[in-house]
């Protein structure tokens, strides 16, 4: 019975690196190949640089793949537009309701006006970034724009004495802690796809 033959560096090469930018791929390759020739057991590819699927997992922990910044390089613009006009009109419905009260109910005004606010600053913050960067920033917080804005309302509800229910109540006290994780699972991704745009040369 024959023994199988040893995994090449070729194949190993291929299968942990296949969905990377290219820039990305040959800066890892000549790394991976360095690494091979200085351990003692340069023909033991698998043994030296460990199971190709496993390391391919850990570099999509640490950079984008081809598809995913092919994705972010496409503006998508809709979404963004779509979101804040509906903002938009939630503050101007807002407005109306604390005019039409005389002042006296702002609980439906609170939580637009803050997230036009804080999306202007964001808007202005990533204005002089590369479009691939100020597009990923502008997303990842329309994202959290529309839930914040329905937060907002809620927690005013809530604290001026209005009952929305035992569910709606946790929610109201978790969803910081929701945020928090929104935040920072985008914060990874923002340090991934700066890690990427080093290697594939893109301005950062």
Not at 71 to 100: C, P, Y
Request: some cysteine; overall charge positive; aromatic content about 12%.
């Amino acid at each position: 019975m024959t023994s199988p033959k040893p995994m090449t560096l070729h194949y190993w090469l291929t299968v942990a690196l296949k969905d990377l930018p290219e820039p990305v791929q040959l800066r890892l390759e000549d790394e991976y190949r360095a690494h091979l020739l200085d351990s003692e057991s340069p023909n033991d590819v698998q043994g030296v640089l460990g199971d190709p699927n496993m390391v391919k997992k850990q570099l999509g922990s640490l950079y984008f793949t081809t598809y995913k910044l092919k994705e972010l390089e496409q503006a998508k613009r809709g979404r963004n537009i779509f979101v804040h006009t509906f903002v938009a009109a939630m503050a101007l419905l807002g407005s109306w309701i604390a005019w039409d009260s005389h002042g006296k109910d702002l609980t439906q005004l609170f939580g637009p006006v803050s997230v036009l606010l804080i999306s202007a600053v964001v808007w202005g913050c990533s204005a002089r970034s590369p479009l691939i960067k100020r597009q990923f920033v502008r997303s990842s917080w329309t994202v959290s724009a529309l839930q914040i804005m329905l937060w907002s309302g809620w927690t005013i509800s809530l604290l001026s004495g209005q009952s929305l229910g035992a569910f709606m109540g946790y929610y109201v006290a978790l969803f910081p802690a929701l945020m928090l994780y929104q935040f920072w699972d985008a914060r990874q991704n923002y340090l991934r796809l700066d890690r990427t745009l080093r290697l594939v040369g893109t301005p950062n």
